[in-house]
């Protein structure tokens, strides 16, 4: 009997691993220390959902840089595949694909990742792995084939990592846009009774277990 792979747990330390890229060999998550990553696989290279997701990223990648945040691409398609797709997306579309991709050809990386489907054959799914400066995972995502993913709900989801990791608070849904307390932040919830009976008086809030505060 095959004994089942152990997946990353948030919170865990990435898996080190050595991959062949576009931009050459790398070492994940060694080669990114100090930096954050988003990690991403795609189900096959020459693909209309995969290709409006690199445009998407690619439109973006300024604005990840600016947090301190790289991409990298990764599907089960060989080096040569890839950079033939990423040329054609540059001779086609006008996009120049500026973040590796890895060419995870024997699917080391896709199965101990989790990113193989069973039902799917070797295609990769849409997997997301956030990876903070540190080399801990902190964030996953699953899409299916059939449904292409939100690049700006990535970028949130990273600044929003970033932003309670520096303040130590917790952020609401949608936020920075949240119906209820807009771009404020959670405090976390007293721990003790008499924390709990001060808090109200310290903070904003509509109960002791429900604070919020801004952050300029």
């Known amino acids: 009997m095959t004994t089942p792979l152990a997946l990353p747990l948030l919170g865990d330390a990435f898996p080190s691993m050595e991959v062949k890229t576009t931009h050459g060999m790398k070492k994940l998550p060694d080669d990114y220390r100090g930096k954050w990553v988003v990690l991403f696989s795609h189900p096959a290279d020459y693909t209309p959902v995969c290709t409006t ?4 990223f690619q439109k973006r990648f300024d604005e990840f840089r600016k947090i301190n945040c790289e991409l990298i691409g990764l599907s089960i398609d060989q080096v040569f595949s890839h950079i033939k797709w990423v040329d054609w ?21 896709a199965e101990s990742l989790g990113m193989l489907h069973p039902g799917k054959g070797s295609n990769t799914v849409r997997a997301v792995f956030v ?19 939100n690049m700006d709900e ?11 990791d520096a303040n130590g608070v917790a952020m609401p849904a949608g936020w920075p846009n949240n119906e209820l307390i807009g ?9 003790d009774h008499e924390t709990a009976k001060k808090r109200t008086a310290e903070y904003d809030g509509f109960d002791w277990w429900f604070c919020h505060k801004s952050l300029d």
């Open 53 to 56: 997701e690199f445009v998407a």
């Open 89 to 109: 997306i540059k001779d086609n579309l006008n996009v120049d694909i500026e973040f590796p991709v890895v060419a995870d050809d024997r699917g080391h990386v």
């Open 131 to 149: 990876i903070d400066p540190k080399g801990n995972l902190r964030l996953m995502l699953y899409y299916p084939q059939e449904v292409g993913r």
């Open 154 to 164: 990535i970028l949130r989801a990273v600044k929003a990592l970033q932003v309670s």
């Open 183 to 191: 771009d404020r932040v959670i405090v976390p919830p007293a721990q």
